[in-house]
């Protein structure tokens, strides 16, 4: 019963957000433009917390799954070779290639619309895969209330079964996750579909706490 009105309230503030949130915000020192049907970051924690732990080379290539406007792309473009950015949401996609652009990113971020690995070219292999999935519990009625929810956590289920497909050998897969959304049933789903996991990080707000994981193939 806490989780859910933990959720109820979160999902209220989130849309009050969305609707009435400033259409130019600023993360980690970048300037990024937002719509109201993309994830606003300007109020919420993760999106800096999940870019303030990217850590890579010059050689790495990586795959921004769920996008959004850009953040971690753009954010992980600073320092590897190449990135790929996808989203489901066309405006995310709309909005992502526009802060890609406005950060002279265009060369090394390459932003793709599409349902999870679809959009991508077979045999195509990633060193990280930057992912922040949705992990509210409810079915997703319009695009935007796709970065929220998750029912049964079967998007989760999905990523899982597909990803070390799409892993270079010793790639990894860097994930957020929330205490409001049972990481451990999560975990217990990873390590179901082969993965086992350490933390890189974890942080608090008033309503949850979060966790960056470490995801490697058994």
């Known amino acids: ?24 915000v600023t993360v980690l020192g970048r300037s990024y433009e937002v719509s109201k049907d993309v994830f606003n970051p300007s109020y919420y924690y993760t999106s800096a917390f999940m870019a303030k732990h990217i850590r890579l080379s010059p050689d790495d290539v990586v795959l921004d799954m769920g996008t959004g406007s850009g953040i971690q792309a753009i954010t992980a473009a600073q320092t590897a070779s190449k990135v790929i950015a996808v ?18 990113a265009q060369d090394r971020v390459t932003v793709c619309a599409g349902d999870l690995f679809s959009p991508l070219k077979p045999g195509e292999r990633f060193s990280v895969i930057l992912f922040t999935p949705p992990y509210l519990q409810g079915r997703p009625r319009t695009d935007f209330d796709r970065a929220l ?5 079967e998007l989760l289920k999905r990523f899982f079964n597909e990803a070390a497909g799409y892993l270079s050998p010793c790639g990894y897969v860097q994930m957020l996750y929330s205490s409001i959304a049972s990481p451990e049933e999560a975990l217990y789903l990873a390590r179901h579909y082969g993965w086992e996991h350490s933390i890189i990080a974890r942080g608090k707000t008033l309503t949850e706490e979060f966790f960056i994981y470490k995801l490697t193939v058994k």
């Open 149 to 153: 929810y998750d029912k049964d956590k």
């Open 87 to 104: 989203d489901i949401n066309p405006e995310a996609v709309r909005y992502a290639r526009l802060n890609v652009e406005k950060s002279e």
């Open 1 to 24: 019963m806490l989780s859910w009105l933990k959720q109820s309230l979160i999902v209220w503030l989130i849309k009050i957000v969305q609707r009435y949130g400033p259409r130019r």
